[in-house]
T-cell receptor, first 115, second 113 residues
Framework: GAGVSQTPSNKVTEKGKYVELRCDPI?????LYWYRQSLGQGPEFLIY????????DSGLPNDRFFAVRPEGSVSTLKIQRTERGDSAVYLC?????????????FGPGTRLTVL | DQQVKQNSPSLSVQEGRISILNCDYT??????FLWYKKYPAEGPTFLIS?????DKNEDGRFTVFLNKSAKHLSLHIVPSQPGDSAVYFC????????????FGAGTRLAVHP
């Protein structure tokens, strides 16, 4: 079956602009996660959704970052007033439930470059 | 404050030999550990996991060992194959909530003929 998909695969924007990154999880997966991977680092947790609600957004760096999942499926990560330090690969993952032992399946990521 | 550390950024191994990738953690609340493998331009792919109630888990050529007293885990790949060349991430999670993964920085494994 289809895996997690993310669009766009690459996004180049200018400092100060607004961007939206989209994630399509595996059908039926109720849990959805966003991570950010900077160069030379491992993925860093941003936010977790269980269904439509953000159960934990403690990883969001500041209030320029916001994410939604209005129908419990597709999620959008929104970044306002982008800064050069926001440049990274943004990864989305989904799992059947939010249980600790549920495997998280990752998408290929969106590479964001802020000039 | 890195809670999960992979101190070797890279490892080179000859085909057919054993690859050993190491990972240390500091948070004693972690009770579930995973290894993910990542190829360029792809997302991480789950490889193997271990619960803190075990000290070893094996899946084919891959074995993960957990030493709770030392807060250390390792991934053994035997025999190593060129297709194993990738970046390997160690990750940890705490039960009782949800699967928020804390990743190490990764180790790049190169398996050469």
């Amino acid at each position: 079956g289809a895996g997690v998909s993310q669009t766009p695969s690459n996004k180049v924007t200018e400092k100060g602009k607004y961007v939206e990154l989209r994630c399509d999880p595996i059908s039926g997966h109720t849990a959805l996660y966003w991570y950010r991977q900077s160069l030379g680092q491992g993925p860093e947790f941003l936010i977790y959704f269980q269904g439509t609600g953000a159960a934990d957004d403690s990883g969001l760096p500041n209030d320029r970052f916001f994410a939604v999942r209005p129908e419990g499926s597709v999620s959008t990560l929104k970044i306002q007033r982008t800064e050069r330090g926001d440049s990274a690969v943004y990864l989305c993952a989904s799992s059947p439930t939010s249980g600790t032992t549920d495997t998280q399946y990752f998408g290929p990521g969106t590479r964001l470059t802020v000039l | 404050d890195q809670q999960v550390k992979q101190n070797s950024p890279s490892l080179s191994v000859q085909e057919g030999r054993i690859s050993i990738l190491n990972c240390d953690y500091t948070n004693s609340m972690f009770d579930y550990f995973l290894w993910y493998k990542k190829y360029p331009a792809e997302g991480p792919t789950f490889l193997i996991s271990i619960s803190s109630i075990k000290d070893k888990n094996e899946d084919g050529r891959f074995t993960v060992f957990l030493n709770k007293s030392a807060k250390h885990l390792s991934l053994h790949i035997v025999p190593s194959q060129p297709g194993d060349s990738a970046v390997y991430f160690c990750a940890a999670a705490s039960s009782g909530g949800y699967n928020k993964l804390i990743f190490g920085a990764g180790t790049r494994l190169a398996v050469h003929p």
